[in-house]
């Protein structure tokens, strides 16, 4: 899709902090964190809804989730990495891995911008740790 925000970061017409990838998803630091190590991770091809997806696409994009997860548990130590699959803010399907220690630090409220420096030190970690 032409102005989808996702669809432009998987073929870097914009650059995310990019924690991880392959050939057909790309795991990205979001620019506005719940927490530290706050991750998106997005098929490279455009679907609207998760579940839209083909059964193989589906099962493929969470197992990367599980993959990306471990890497930002390993990286940042937190207690769990929590899941989220809403769909709102762009529609273009994502999970939002989130690193957390208590179930509260879950909630969006908590967001804030993070600056360009704060988001390198953040990858930095977590590819250091791969």
């Known amino acids: 899709m ?10 870097k017409e914009i650059n ?3 924690i991880w990838e392959n050939d057909s998803y790309l795991a990205f630091l979001d620019q506005i964190p719940v927490r530290e190590g706050h991750t998106l991770i997005i098929p490279k091809k455009h679907t609207d809804y998760v579940f839209d997806l083909e059964d193989e696409e589906y099962t493929e994009l969470m197992l990367n989730a599980t993959g990306v997860a471990k890497k930002l548990k390993k990286a940042l130590n937190p ?3 929590g899941i989220v699959v809403e769909g709102f803010g762009v529609s273009h399907v994502h999970v939002h891995l989130i690193p957390i ?5 879950l909630h969006s409220d908590t967001k804030k911008l993070a600056t360009g420096d704060e988001l390198k030190e953040v990858a930095n970690k977590i590819l250091k740790n791969q």
């Not at 032409?2 to 073929?11: G, L, P, Q, V, Y």
């Not at 220690?101 to 630090?105: G, L, S, V």
């Open 2 to 11: 032409d102005n989808c925000i996702f669809c432009k970061m998987a073929k």
């Open 16 to 18: 995310p902090q990019i």
């Open 79 to 81: 207690k769990r990495i």
């Open 101 to 105: 220690n208590n179930i509260d630090e």
